[in-house]
């Protein structure tokens, strides 16, 4: 069975910059597409960034410049490197792994940026 685990959240200060870290177990093949969404409260999930097994990248316009996201195909990781944080990227971070015909999810991890 596929788990996804996630790791790297806390609490940092604007300007600050923080990991995440998400870890698949259980899996043989590589999924498509790795990434993270976020949450905060009162607001709808975003879309942060996602990465294909080939290397292409997506991010939201509000982290481009600040955030970077990378894969190690071979271990089935992904990270996200979030620089020049800002309170506005206070949320709840899921990672995500699709193929084909599933995604799985992360169990989540905070985020918190103090101004």
């Known amino acids: 069975q596929v788990q996804l685990v996630e790791s790297g959240g806390g609490s940092v200060q604007a300007g600050g910059s923080l990991r995440l870290s998400c870890a698949a177990s259980?899996?043989?093949?590589?999924?498509?597409?790795m990434g993270w969404y976020r949450q905060a409260p009162g607001k709808q999930r975003e879309l942060v960034a996602t990465?294909?097994?080939?290397?292409?990248?997506n991010y939201a316009d509000s982290v481009k410049g600040r955030f970077t996201i990378s894969r190690d195909n071979a271990e089935n990781t992904a990270y996200l490197q979030m620089n020049s944080l800002k309170p506005e990227d206070t949320a709840v971070y899921y990672c995500?792994?699709?193929?084909?015909?599933?995604?799985?999810w992360g169990q989540g991890t905070q985020v918190t940026v103090s101004s």
């Open positions: 995500f792994a699709r193929t084909f015909i599933t995604t799985y």
């Open positions: 259980g899996s043989t093949f590589v999924f498509n597409t």
């Open positions: 990465m294909t097994s080939g290397g292409s990248t």
